[in-house]
């Protein structure tokens, strides 16, 4: 870090610059508010108050962090071509000349690749410094032109990587690494895989990437799209904040149960069934109980129009509907959809019958006869109407359908394994599960198909099934997507295990597999313990390693818990208590009586101390985190590897300090 003192010019002239850059925000502010909603007609209106919601809500997001962040000059030969200040969001002055490049823009991404070695024309790096209430107080320099450079040597960036939090996750733009800046600038028809060990900010890196191709291919992605899925509601409120703060607001996020919610889930099951129902074949099976509603033609369709008689004959209605019934198949005509097809394609049959004789019959007749009584009625009684929630009932529940559905890809076990024993008194009145909201999604695909993106970001993908991950795809069918997810964390039955699995299922068989094993946020000493138990979880998976010593981030205590958040409490940031799920009521129940405020994850209160039941723990991460009988973490899984998984991902959330309270013996895998 370059020496600094109260009159140090350059800290005077950058500090002129930030004041300049705050000032032109305002103008820009100001100028968005006054976009003049005088239109013609109701829609240009609507559009026009559209655009400046949307304007200001870039604008004005994150108001807190500085206009910038970094800086680097351009050189050629030794001669300076420009300054370029980086930050979240373009800024320039009334003359429209640029006061600050956003992050995203291809010619910010030397701030994050250049080295020694590779420059791409940057003489200068500098990044910067800030004090809590946002004023530029630091600043360190690369001159990449004369060899110099810091890498994560960089102490304002080892700063603001360990910089303690309460709250939401927040964006990283300042701290964007190499390795992780390549897989968010990847073009948007690039599918990839991401492989990330704890604190290697994978999750952020999917996060970024959204924001990165909203920006990069705005036309392609507006109106049709980004979606983010998440494992559960509480990880969602976690990252909530990180793309406003990019400015991009307009990313849905959502969970796999919310994206197949189109029933009430009620009941639980046997993980074997659920890894049953979470298997690819049930997709054949669903496909197959819906074609054996396909009844074949028998007789004629006769229509009367006036005193004429016009026959379809049986051999034509034939290959009309075995014609849909192959395309449904293949899943390239939805089943309804086909329903439509069958009517006008009667109607035409007949308009073609009458203009041989001399007529010469309209459209709108043509439209009025493919609604005509004969027609309904042939179509209602071969090609009836379904419903995706009333038919994976009669499936469950009638032994005849379901041989037919899956004699080729189940074995009787597994029939029985999902047969009801007897049906509800309604469709509305069924006990649904998890794994059966996606068949009837799977269902819905097939019926009337649904909306679809140009791109999804999945997180925590190492726990989806075969038929989750058909979920997904079905959202964005000639679109790209981007996994995230962690092998050893993987802690459901039904998870696939191998990423080349799951991204066939998720339509992209050929997506790259890209590794981040380098963690920046896990401190080393906890990093190492939890590597312990990789060769009993994953043993294919690397190991990480941490950029960050850690001094003195671990500690194991005997209790009682309150002590051992008391003593984390005195450092700065969120204090994470992890429990087995069943012990969250009396943890918050010691800690209150302790005189400490905390709250259950669930509440989204924001608390500084924060209740976390195992279960809920992935994908979250608190300063530091205090862990509460690690031996019964494991045992409250239906097995040892579950419990062990579960186990790794509880002791790789705390980004400074790790501290494990235990009476019971801990696991010996962890010594």
Known sequence: MDALSADDPVLTTERAHLDLARRCLAEMQLSAEA?????????????????RAERLAHLRADPDAPPFFGRVDRTDEGARLEILHIGRRHISDSDHEPIVIDWRA??????????????????????????????????????????????????????????????????????????????????????LAVQGAPGTGKTAVGLHRAAYLLYTYPDRL????????????????????????????????????????????????????????????????????????????????????????????????????????????????????????????????????????????????????????????????????????????????????????????????????????????????????????????????????????????????QDLSAMQCRAVARRAPVGSVTVLGDLAQATTPWGLGDWAATMAHLGHPDAAVAPLTVGYRVPDEVIALANRLLPHIAPAVESARSVRAGVDALRFAAGPVAAAVGESLRFEGSVGVIVADAGVGAVLVALTESGIEAHEVADEADSRVTVVPATAAKGLEFDSVVVLEPAGIVAAEPDRLSGLRRLYVVLTRAVSRLTVVHTEPLPVEMT
Do not use: C
Not at 35 to 51: C, N, P, Q, R, V
């Open 35 to 51: 976009i003049f909603d005088a239109a013609s007609d109701e829609l240009t209106s609507y559009a026009l108050g559209k655009l």
């Open 106 to 191: 291809p010619i910010s991404r030397g701030f994050y690749r250049a080295t020694p070695t590779d420059r791409m024309g940057i003489g200068l790096r500098r990044r910067f410094g800030f004090d809590e209430v946002g004023e530029l107080s630091s600043y360190e320099d690369e001159h990449l032109d004369r060899g110099e450079g810091l890498g994560l040597a960089s102490e304002i960036l080892r700063e603001e990587i360990e910089r303690p939090r309460v709250g939401p996750m927040r964006d990283i733009v300042a701290t964007i690494q190499p390795d992780q800046d390549e897989l968010v600038r990847a073009d948007l028809d690039t599918s």
């Open 222 to 461: 507006r109106r049709t799209g980004v979606l983010v899925v998440g494992p559960n509601a509480a990880f969602l409120h976690y990252i909530a904040q990180v793309l406003p703060a990019l400015g991009e607001g307009g990313i849905e996020q959502t969970t796999v149960a919310d994206l197949v919610g189109h029933v009430p889930v009620r009941a639980t099951e046997p993980a074997e069934v659920a890894v049953l129902k979470g298997d690819a074949r049930l997709a054949d099976v669903l496909r197959r109980a819906v074609l054996t509603h396909v009844a074949k033609p028998a007789e004629d369709v006769l229509a009367i129009i006036g005193t004429r008689r016009y026959r379809v004959p049986v051999h034509r209605l034939r290959r009309y509907v075995d014609d849909a019934r192959r395309e449904v198949a293949q899943g390239t005509l939805r089943w309804n959809a086909a329903r439509d097809r069958l009517r006008l394609q009667l109607a035409e049959d007949i308009r073609r019958q009458r203009e041989a004789s001399g007529g010469a019959p309209s459209d709108v007749e043509t439209q009025k006869l493919a609604r005509s009584k004969p027609i309904r009625d042939f179509v209602d009684a071969g090609w009836p109407t379904l419903d995706a929630a009333a038919l994976l009932a009669r499936l469950y529940t009638d032994a005849d359908l379901l041989q037919r559905a899956s004699a080729t890809a189940l074995t009787d076990a597994e029939r029985t394994l999902l047969g009801w024993p007897a049906a509800p008194r309604s469709v509305r009145a069924a006990r649904w599960t998890a794994a059966d909201a996606v068949l009837i999604d799977e269902l819905v695909g097939i019926l009337d198909g649904v909306s679809s993106y140009v791109h999804i970001v999945v997180d925590e993908a």
